[in-house]
């Protein structure tokens, strides 16, 4: 086999010698193919209830073929307590007695813990193949994994590569140790051992429209057999030549291929279908027989205690904030996947509540029956502000769940949204920062309408059943208890007036600095960003300062003088420099102004203290006696300017007024609180 363009080649002048006669041309016959049957699955799931019937099908095929093999293309972990409960132990001796000959690792194949992980792959009478995966640790529980194998058969030797998704969608726990490489570049890498076989298989665990990318750059293949996307192909697809097979996932299909090798001209043709297993009517008794035995084992494993609650985690209340159940739940999957800052789940999937008194992995399973999985996506504060309204925009309830995010439904008397208020880690949300949202993989699929819009960085961050169940024994081994209460997490409030409508999206009425923002904004004093926000928490430039206190003293810029700063132009120059002119500014000792500095809360209260002395033609005077903690940073010059600006209401210390943060930042928010009561102050 040396290649596509070879094989299209033999095959034109096969085509061209059935038309014409060719002296010394030896064709060849029907005795120079022989076929390659491979049965194939993928993203099983331990769902096991049908192996039976499955193996019965498998035994079928290979009574009828001289040259089989049966592959699978990973994740054959992770999604049924039977298995999940003794870390995969049951499929794998499941798919020993079905007679896999070899699996590319998948993602879930990781779920259980590295030890596990090793553990099942050596009771593995099949090689658990990866080209990609790399152990940089060799301290570590896994050992290297092969990267692909090769087959004697009957009358065709077949090499099987295996590629694994990069990096695998798992706990971080899992992978340490490990490095995992770009899986096209690797394939690259053994273009060799297609020279020593003549079929080759590319068994991947990548995604269909990796396995797409694979087939149009790597061009020595005969068959991709894939998993990871749950793509159902009732039939395979041809891509650059190249066919591409995947059964869909959680055992409903089997595939079957048929594969034509010609020894003659090296060409290799590729048929095939799904087979339901559901329409499937013969069982290995054998086979079922353990999967019966694994289930009724399971029950007592179901039964197994993994904590202890003496307050219930109920559901109940879930309709109106937030519920005990919940609140636990939400707490388990930021446990699991610390890298995320907030976790929200959908009521409707949370199907039971917990009674006071023992837990056990059963209740876990029962209050979240669907096996979920985690997915982590990256959203903007606005995003998530959307997605939180149409939440409860669905039925005019609360919908989500949440940790790390606390959020207030404002309400009209007719119960109809009007607003809401989100807070991460107790403060404001940032609508244009970016946050790492874990989400089950229902909503995050637009299930029940909903849209997180953003960049999904993890589509499979483990089970949620699994990480209840780990952060349940967390629990015990910290707190000796699970007990959860209602924490005011979700509130509803109905709000008694009309509310003005916002002139930035990310300015609400719940927002502390809503009315100083709105009534500079109506003055045209404050203007946003072209999105429709205001950006609240960004800190304000010197220049961008200098022009909101000029606008607000609607100072005459006609008659400016030349400008005196060598390092200021554009937008702000014209303010910067009547500014400079009422002097308002001085600038720096080096004769610049410094115009894209963030403007400190120092020199802000110290240019609105210049600001009140040239509106008002008077000279500040007050003798400073601030009691701050920090007094000995503020500079000596700006004490009298600070103690006007308390005086007169324009400006409080911070943390209950026991700091000044004179170096501090002053926010775009906090810049129009001040400017607000300054403009109150001289008008």
Known sequence: MNGKWLKSILASLLILASCFSFSGLALADDSDSVTLDIVHTNDMHAKIANFGKISAYIDEKRA???????????????????????????????????????????????????????????????????????????????????????????????????????PPATAP????????????????????????????????????????????????????????????????????????????????????????????????????????????????AEVDSMVKAYEEESEELLGEVIGHTTTGLTRDGRNNGDAPLGNFWMDAVLHSVPSADISLTNNGGIRASIEPGDITAGDIYTVEPFGNLITLREMTGAAIKNAIEFSYNRNGQIDLQTAGLHYTIYVNGEKEYVDSELFVNGEPIDMDATYTVAL??????????????????????????NAMIAYARHLMDTKGVIDYEVEGRIQVKQVEEEITPPTFRDVTKSHWAFDYVQHLAVLDVINGYSNGTFRPNQPTSRAHFTSLLVRTLELDLTNNPSNPFPDVSGEHADAIV??????????????????????????????????????????????????????????????????????????????????????????????????????????
């Open 440 to 465: 089950n993989d229902f909503i995050a699929s637009s299930g029940d309408g909903y849209n997180f819009e953003g960049e999904t960085i993890q589509d499979d961050a483990g089970n949620v059943t």
């Open 173 to 284: 726990a899992g992978i340490v140790g490990l490095d995992f490489h770009d899986p096209i570049a690797t394939a690259l890498q053994y273009e060799y051992v297609a020279d020593e076989v003549d079929v080759f298989v590319a068994l991947t665990h990548i995604g269909y429209s990796e396995d797409q990318r694979l087939a149009e750059e790597v061009d020595f293949f005969d068959v991709i057999i894939g998993g990871h996307s749950h793509t159902t192909l009732q039939e395979p697809v041809v891509v650059n030549g190249t066919s591409i097979a995947q059964t869909g996932g959680d055992a409903n299909n089997v595939g079957s291929l048929e594969i034509t090798y010609n020894k003659e001209t090296d060409e290799v043709t590729v048929t095939g279908s799904l087979q339901k297993v559901s329409e499937l009517e013969a069982v290995n």
């Open 578 to 683: 009547g500014a400079y002119n009422a002097g308002i500014i001085r600038g720096k000792s080096d004769g610049t102004f410094a115009p894209n500095e963030n403007v400190t809360r120092e020199q802000m209260v110290l240019m609105i203290a210049r600001a009140y002395e040239y509106m008002t033609d008077t000279e500040i005077s007050e003798e400073a006696d601030l009691h701050f903690k920090d007094l000995n940073s503020i500079s000596e010059y700006a004490k009298p300017s600070i103690q006007f600006a308390i005086n007169e209401g324009i400006i409080s210390g911070k943390e209950n007024g026991t700091v000044f943060d004179p170096r501090g930042n002053a926010t775009r928010a906090q810049t129009a609180k001040v400017l607000y009561y300054f403009k109150d102050l001289i008008e």
């Open 64 to 166: 009828e073929s001289s040259n089989f093999l049966y592959l699978d293309a990973g994740d054959i972990f992770s999604g049924n307590p039977v298995v999940d409960l003794q870390d995969g132990e049951p499929i794998i001796a499941l798919l020993n007695e079905m007679g896999l000959d070899a699996m590319a690792i998948g993602n879930h194949e990781f779920d259980y813990g590295q030890e596990a992980f090793q553990e099942r792959a050596d009771e593995s009478n099949f090689p658990w193949l990866s080209a990609n995966t790399e152990v940089v640790d060799e301290t570590i529980a896994i050992e290297q994994p092969e990267p692909y194998e090769i087959f004697e058969l009957e009358d065709v030797t077949v090499g099987v590569l295996g590629l694994t998704q990069t």
